[in-house]
């Protein structure tokens, strides 16, 4: 997931200012671009190769910006994890500190009222915007609906307001993580959809995770198309997605060619489906990450790196599959590290921990 | 407590995929069961010798589950506490994390809304859960009951709520852990009383520890000839289950065989009991434990390790047996290399950070 957010961040924020216009930081890309086509395009080809496990060291080392001492905050990016409710507070904290984690300026997280006191307990690191309402949520909160029933004038009333309060930051983003620790309840699903449409008008990319492919999958015309979209599914989700949009059954003989046409029945979305092997597709090209890894499955890996957040000049066509290579290889590293240390205890907090190190050892920062 | 749920769990754990039905998880087991034993059978009747006291290590080696890379999240345990209320909320902290710490993939805490914030804020590892009603809190959360007066009708109203919550996670879990910080109130007593029901119903392994055994020793039923249920008293607790039971007194000269019949007259549960010397019966076996240990007693150890999740692939009659000797040994191996690092200052969290170095000590991850 990171790297596709590096790529996805990449193709809008390269050489963001807080705030500027979604088109200009896009105009500037591209010149950035072809500029930096000239330095990275040998290497580029290598990660690109034929071969379809690809080179995620390599694809790291391209995506990784040099930091630049020049650069003022939020530069290096500036992400906003949408998630967190009642039940659910972990997977947006490992989302969006891990972003802060691999490079990135400044990580926000969008989520219930509930939600918000215990991430920010979590770390004095992260901006938590307590705007989001669940079902229960609205009838507690408002004695007048209490008595008077829940009216649908009412429900609107409380979307309008979630969304005035993630609209006014919109802009400033590079990149959303739509769906960790989001929860099911539907009227939160109502407001996430709206809030889909509402990144899609900015063009600010987004992956989606967790109950956010829940929500997905049952309206997938919420992404349908937009070249800015990744989706992440795990074992699980990438089933239902499957039976959904293909209506068949997962076909482990042919993972690679029904990823490709998984994707591009979505219009062209970036699907990384999570597995032993990861695989990778936008509908074209398909590649594979299975380098490094650690046998752990402890809950929170698939949140760990979609905070991820880096910047690329790359002049690859295909930006968001490099970004999924870089984060798959890197995430598969810094799990394999946490497993030397910490063996079967090993935690998701470990492998945050150890994200860092990881990195640095593929591309040193200085 | 810990090994208890190790093989309790692995009664129909062994293969599970979330979601997937009891019955094909304890079909699957014992087709795992069968192939294991060609490979565990020698450890294990070492493990099982006829000497009193256990060979714990042995029986840990061969209850925990191999590390597989093609496994996915959940495969290696999901478990359930239930447990954590206004008063205490160490303690279901210290079960749900420890079972992470020793492996398991996913760990639930099911508490009262007053304590899920701070369980959670301990760590984004947990699913927290904020379900469990206390009976002076229904009034509260309920307008027309504040306002009506608290009715019967009310009362089954909010019951039949968190049961539901409960019930519609029961299927997934392959273990729970019903007692600790889960306090005295009677309404949620009532409720606990109805989740064990519902466990029982769906076949799901349970132990149960601190007041959950109030309860239990209250209403013996509610575990009488469950052979997946598992008690775990410490003096005081054993104390009670005696006089309630037996109707005698502890005879600390005779302590095996009172066990023994204790177990056999709830009509053949395992029972650990805790001590000095941890003695561990199902109504006919008798084994204890008494390697390592620390002369610390610091409040939590009796938790600590009930949130413990292995796999076994044991063909022993008695695996609830061989879970109680493995995580009775893990404890204390644990407890003792912490007091080894503080001394009078080891908390129960230090040997919380010392259950991984201890397991992979015993039985090397790879």
Chains 1, 2 share one sequence.
Not at 5 to 26: D, E, F, K, Y
Not at 260 to 268: P, V
């Amino acid at each position: 997931m990171l790297v596709k957010h590096c790529v996805i961040s990449a193709l809008t924020r390269s050489t963001s200012h807080s705030p500027s216009s979604t088109v200009l930081r896009r105009q500037q890309f591209l010149v950035r671009t072809l500029c930096a086509s000239r330095t990275h395009l040998p290497k580029l080809i290598k990660a690109m190769s034929s071969t379809s496990e690809a080179d995620a060291e390599s694809v790291l080392r391209t995506v990784t910006p040099t930091l630049d001492p020049k650069r003022h905050k939020g530069q290096a990016g500036k992400i906003a994890v949408i998630g967190g409710c009642r039940e659910y507070t972990g997977a947006p904290y490992f989302a969006a500190i891990s972003a802060l984690r691999i490079g990135a300026d400044l990580s926000h997280v969008f989520c219930t009222k509930d939600a918000a006191p215990v991430i920010k307990s979590y770390s004095p690191e992260l901006i938590v915007h307590p705007v989001l309402e669940e079902s229960y949520n609205i009838s507690l909160h408002n004695l007048y609906v209490l008595l008077s029933g829940f009216s649908e004038e009412e429900k609107r009333k409380v979307q309008d307001k979630v969304i005035g309060e993630v609209d006014k930051w919109m802009e400033r983003f590079d990149c959303l993580v739509i769906g960790p620790g989001l929860g099911r309840d539907p009227f939160l699903l109502e407001c996430v959809s709206k809030i889909m449409l509402l990144a899609k008008k900015f063009n600010v990319p987004f992956v989606v995770d967790g109950d956010g492919l829940f929500l997905v999958t049952d309206s997938i015309d919420l992404v349908r198309s937009y070249p800015l979209a990744v989706l992440t599914p795990n074992v699980n989700e990438y089933k239902r997605l499957v039976q959904k949009v293909l209506n068949c059954e997962v076909d482990e003989g042919n993972a690679g060619d029904q990823l490709r046409s998984l994707a591009k029945q979505i219009g062209g979305v970036t699907i990384l489906r999570k597995g032993k092997t990861d695989l990778i597709s936008n509908g074209e090209i398909v590649k594979s990450v299975s380098v490094y890894g650690s046998p752990r499955r402890c809950g929170g890996q698939g949140d760990i790196l979609s905070g991820g957040v880096f910047e690329t000049f790359s002049p690859s066509e295909s930006p968001a599959i490099l970004g999924c290579i870089a984060a798959s290889g890197l995430l598969r590293k810094a799990a394999a590290l946490a497993f030397t240390k910490h063996k079967r205890s090993t935690l998701t907090s470990d492998i945050i921990e150890c994200l860092g190190e990881s990195l640095e050892d593929i591309c040193p920062a200085s």
